[in-house]
T-cell receptor, first 110, second 114 residues
Framework: RKEVEQDPGPFNVPEGATVAFNCTYS??????FFWYRQDCRKEPKLLMS???SGNEDGRFTAQLNRASQYISLLIRDSKLSDSATYLC???????????FGSGTQLTVLP | DTGVSQDPRHKITKRGQNVTFRCDPI?????LYWYRQTLGQGPEFLTY????????KSRLLSDRFSAERPKGSFSTLEIQRTEQGDSAMYLC????????????FGQGTRLTVV
């Protein structure tokens, strides 16, 4: 089983749609959680951290369920510029490296 | 210093040759990571340094892979006796040693082994 698993996608949605991505992680001792965004042929960049209480940044909402070892990202009112691959990222326990999921590709269509 | 810098951006090499990649992290960052990414996959962790100490190297893919960070600043990743399966994007990232701070990635070195 992979340490971090994501919806395989791809997701093709019209502008203005709401889209949700899910992610599960296997290490129950994981302490930190993130969503990174990666544009085609570019490096990953931090989109947002994910906190136990859930957090929101504009159109983006991230949720964490530690009991189910589940992370989600909700994007409301999708824009063309949201088209990218979204990577679920976990920092497992005392280890300091980031562990990435395979990513979910999103294409927002005009 | 505007970000993490990697050199070269692209490398084409013949199978069996050795290659070395360089990463210059953001200057005040003392953690440095190396990842490998293949098409359709997320970055795969290889190794990381805190200052000059290599704290995790068990994920290096084979004994042909090695990394150094001799003075706690820039780092190099060497692949000896390259194989076609080594073709990938090699990404470097850096962060502060201060809780769970953001890791900033370089643009990567794309390796093609022919």
């Amino acid at each position: 089983r992979k340490e971090v698993e994501q919806d395989p996608g791809p997701f093709n949605v019209p502008e203005g749609a709401t889209v949700a991505f899910n992610c599960t992680y296997s290490n129950s001792a994981s302490q930190s959680f993130f969503w990174y965004r990666q544009d085609c042929r570019k490096e990953p960049k931090l989109l947002m951290s994910v906190y136990s209480s859930g957090n929101e940044d504009g159109r983006f909402t991230a949720q964490l369920n530690r009991a189910s070892q589940y992370i989600s990202l909700l994007i409301r009112d999708s824009k063309l510029s949201d088209s990218a691959t979204y990577l679920c990222v976990v920092m497992p326990g005392s280890a300091r490296q980031l562990t990435f999921g395979s990513g979910t590709q999103l294409t927002v269509l005009p | 210093d505007t970000g993490v810098s990697q050199d070269p951006r692209h490398k084409i090499t013949k199978r069996g040759q050795n290659v070395t990649f360089r990463c210059d992290p953001i200057s005040e960052h003392n953690r440095l990571y190396w990842y490998r990414q293949t098409l359709g996959q997320g970055p795969e962790f290889l190794t990381y340094f805190q200052n000059e100490a290599q704290l995790e190297k068990s994920r290096l893919l084979s004994d042909r892979f090695s990394a150094e960070r001799p003075k706690g600043s820039f780092s190099t990743l060497e692949i000896q006796r390259t194989e076609q399966g080594d073709s990938a994007m090699y990404l470097c990232a850096s962060s502060h040693y201060r809780g769970d701070t953001e890791a900033f990635f370089g643009q990567g070195t794309r390796l093609t082994v022919v």
